[in-house]
């Protein structure tokens, strides 16, 4: 009554074989897991240590060499990571364009410091306080200028792209801080050009 039936069933009509195959597929079987393992196997210190510093010293230098020669002609593809994509390239381009008081502050402070304390040992308290009065006007006028270049760039970001990057305008104010000469990447516009 419970237990199994003797009749055998009768078997099921067989269906047509189908092949299943995965769209999409990788097309090669999976690796075992010790043969990618064994892939991976590398020793943790290598044969000849002074053959692989040497090694890793010359691809320095020659990624230095290549980040010194994209800072000298803009070539984008090895500048350093602060200073890549078009929207830095285009503030570099409106900066470089205008002619800054902040390039020129390192310049007179250089100079007032110079004369101070050549006024101090004559005992010239006139030249002293000329010279801190310079220094703190020259100051006044570079955060005045810095605010003006900060709103230019600030507008002409926001005109020449659809999503601007964080950060530009301290960008652009940094660089404008810098003597011209000492900039890097170098100026790639002149004076009064118009940003491309």
Not at 85 to 93: A, E, L, N, S, T
């Amino acid at each position: 009554m419970f237990g199994r039936s003797k009749e055998k069933p009768a078997p099921a009509p067989e269906a047509p074989a189908v092949e299943l195959t995965k769209v999409g597929g990788k097309g090669r079987p999976t690796p075992r897991r010790s043969e990618a393992q064994a892939r991976n196997v590398r020793p943790l210190v290598p044969v000849d240590r002074k053959a692989a510093a040497r090694a890793a010293r010359e691809a320095q230098r020659e990624e230095r060499a290549k980040v010194q020669s994209a800072l000298m002609t803009g070539d984008e593809r090895y500048l350093p990571l602060r200073d890549r994509g078009p929207q830095k390239r285009f503030v570099r381009d409106v900066v470089d364009a205008r002619r800054n008081v902040g390039e020129y502050f390192l310049i007179i402070a250089g100079v007032s410091l110079v004369l101070s304390m050549l006024a101090t040992p004559l005992g010239s308290a006139e030249l002293v306080l000329a010279t801190t009065l310079l220094i703190y006007l020259m100051l006044a006028v570079v955060v005045v200028d810095s605010v003006v270049l900060g709103r230019k760039v600030k507008r002409a970001v926001a005109e020449r792209f659809a999503e601007p990057e964080r950060g530009l305008v301290s960008y652009g104010v940094t660089r404008a801080l810098q003597i011209r000469r000492m900039r890097r990447p170098v100026p790639m516009v002149q004076r009064g050009a118009q940003p491309r």
